[in-house]
């Protein structure tokens, strides 16, 4: 019995110990004042977030807004800015508002910008999923577009109806980006659910692939190891390019832990 116990205890450390030689994830979470869940404030993500990044080798932490963002800095290997249902205020990029449709989240922003500011210089891996993507474009002094269907005519429904697991268009990727080499895709399907988009790239970003409608659906910096902004949200593991995605951010983050650690 007692061999037995001590067989469990092993076996509990090895998990840990395996658990937490994981590469670390920093997630930053999404901010409500309130909703159906509560009147007061609180910190939300969706599972498939986390869940995406543990299947490909990474320990996800979800951050809150009192964090010092000069700590995550130097405590995790890579950060993954999800999307959101709100927007950037335009005043991020020289503009007033020009859509009914804009809606801010001026907590969130203010925090995942401090954050974002800390590790633009630094090789830290960088994933933007949708809002995320954005806000990395607009802090290289990118724009937007405020309302698809205002500036694009004949525009795809970026808002898809049917379920976000789901595939609903095209995206044809830029042959020699970092996209088409982590794919090996000049074209895949994916999920879409945003109003807003890439308008003019910032300094040092490109665009990665383009929506049938010519829609930016991503853009990367063109000398970091890994800052890649995709449009759509691929922690739904909707194809295996989204996977891929996944998989090559956290290989990223592993090697820059590792350099972290030793430096």
């Given amino acids: ?27 930053t979470s999404d901010y409500l004042e309130k909703s159906e869940y509560s009147a007061f404030p609180h910190f939300i993500l969706r599972e498939n977030y986390l869940e995406a990044v543990y299947k490909s080798g990474g320990e996800p932490f979800l951050l809150n807004y009192f964090l010092n963002p000069d700590d995550i800095f ?52 960088v994933l933007g999923i949708c809002g995320g993507e954005q806000l990395i474009n607009v802090l290289y002094s990118g724009t937007l577009i405020q309302h698809i269907p205002d500036e694009i005519e004949n525009c795809l429904e970026h808002e898809q109806k049917t379920p976000k697991n789901e595939p609903s ?27 807003q988009a890439v308008k003019n790239v910032g300094q040092n970003i490109i665009a990665s692939s383009y929506a049938p409608d010519g829609v930016i659906e991503s853009i990367e910096h063109t000398s970091h190891p890994f800052m890649i902004g995709v449009e759509w949200h691929p ?29």
């Fill in 169 to 195: 268009h095209e995206v044809k990727v830029v042959e020699g980006t970092k996209l088409h080499q982590i794919t090996g895709k000049t074209s895949f399907m994916v999920n879409s659910t945003h109003h």
């Fill in 235 to 263: 922690e739904y593991l909707t194809t295996d390019e989204d996977k891929k995605i996944f998989d090559h951010f956290i290989q990223e983050a592993e090697k820059y832990g590792k350099t972290r650690k030793n430096s």
């Fill in 74 to 125: 130097k405590e995790f290997d890579a950060i993954l800015i999800p999307g959101g249902n709100f927007d950037i205020s335009p005043e991020f990029y020289g503009e007033a508002v020009k859509s009914d449709t804009v809606s801010l989240n001026s907590k969130r922003t203010d925090f995942e910008s401090k954050l974002l500011k800390n590790v633009m210089n630094s090789k830290m891996p």
């Fill in 1 to 27: 019995m007692i061999l037995k116990t001590l067989t469990q205890v092993a076996t509990v450390d090895a998990v840990i110990h395996s658990m937490f030689k994981r590469p670390k994830v920093a997630i």
